[in-house]
């Protein structure tokens, strides 16, 4: 009874990979943190539903200090959201850990507007492991590892580049085409607009024009991220347009991450303040955008009839 016990003791511990030897190792340096079938030695752990017959939570992440406590004080319940469902049916669990109470700011996730796949009003964990199906969970946000890398390439040089993979006119990703849209709708038209037209996008500014200028941190040839105008995981702002500095404009120093942005009626004097700051001050350009910030012209009024997303008649936004 004795050598019984003991065996089912080596099995659960180690048959299943569940000790320091005789397991097939979870990579945080190649990026592996999705379970395989080879889980367990000779895959004796694939499928299994049930962490617990193998890990204790007392003893795992010794390796990752920075999140241990976190599983201890979650469970196996959290195992999910970064290891996958280990060929089981179990759902992905991310917002278990990401939520705005345990990591307030990976990502933020307050504002009633995110980018949304399923047919909800909130984000959702299967929204979540749409964009990241495995990411590395390392903290540090590498576009060619945290992204799902969708058809069109096997890995991305920036985060626009997997955003186009969607917003583009003839090449949509199987079960996220965009039908019935416009010829000049953003959704489909942003390929165009990144690769071909001055706005933010490959062909470079000269940064000579009337209402040149720019905050420290950005040029007139710097690659804007599409994240950094628009928020994927929370804006009070329609079309996902960021509502604090902290949301985007990623080149710009700490210093501006408090500052505000609120969009209406087609105003978007707030957001583009973040960045731009005119050398020559003409046109209100020194009045108060509503946020702290001066610097671009005419802030009370209407940009879209100069300024539409992508305008191939004119340079810039």
């Given amino acids: 009874m004795r050598i019984f016990i003991y065996s089912l003791m080596a099995f659960m511990l180690y048959g299943c990979g569940g000790g320091e030897t005789g397991q097939v190792p979870i990579s ?13 030695v000779d895959g004796a752990a694939y499928g299994l539903s049930d962490c617990g017959a193998c890990h204790a939570l007392t003893v795992i992440h010794k390796q990752a200090p920075q999140i241990r406590g976190m599983v201890a004080a979650k ?3 959290s195992c999910t959201g970064c290891h996958g469902d280990n060929g089981t049916d179990e759902p992905r669990a991310c917002l278990i850990c990401h939520n705005a109470t345990d990591l307030p700011q990976s ?13 909800h009003g909130n984000l959702s964990d ?9 990411s590395d969970m390392d903290g540090v946000f590498e ?3 945290d992204l799902t890398h969708y058809a069109g390439g096997n890995a991305y040089n920036n985060s ?3 955003c186009l993979r969607c917003h583009n006119r003839d090449n949509h990703q199987a079960g996220f085409e965009f039908n019935q849209q416009d010829y000049d709708s953003p959704l489909i038209a942003m390929a165009d607009n990144y690769h071909f037209i001055d706005k933010h996008g490959w062909v470079d500014g000269i940064g000579q024009r009337t209402y040149s200028g720019l905050r420290p941190g950005y040029t007139y040839q710097t690659l804007v991220a599409c994240t950094d105008c628009h928020a994927m995981h929370g804006t009070t702002n329609q079309h996902l347009i960021i509502d604090q500095a902290s949301k985007g404009a990623s080149r710009l120093s700490p210093d501006f991450s408090t500052y505000p942005v609120s969009i209406h009626e087609g105003n978007y004097a707030q957001l583009c303040v973040l960045c731009h700051q005119m050398e020559t001050s003409i046109v209100q350009g020194d009045m108060d955008a509503g946020n702290g910030l001066s610097g671009v012209h005419l802030v009370n009024g209407d940009c879209r009839p100069c300024h539409t997303h992508g305008e191939a008649v004119q340079a810039g936004l």
Avoid: M
């Avoid at 945080?28 to 367990?40: C, F, K």
């Avoid at 299967?126 to 495995?134: I, L």
């Fill in 160 to 162: 626009s580049e997997f």
């Fill in 75 to 77: 469970g196996f319940n």
């Fill in 28 to 40: 945080t340096t190649t990026g592996n943190l999705i379970l395989q079938a080879e889980h367990g």
């Fill in 107 to 119: 990502p933020q996730l307050s504002g009633q507007y995110a980018h949304l796949f399923q047919d």
């Fill in 126 to 134: 299967a929204d979540c492991v749409t964009c990241h199906q495995a």
């Fill in 143 to 145: 576009p060619q590892v």
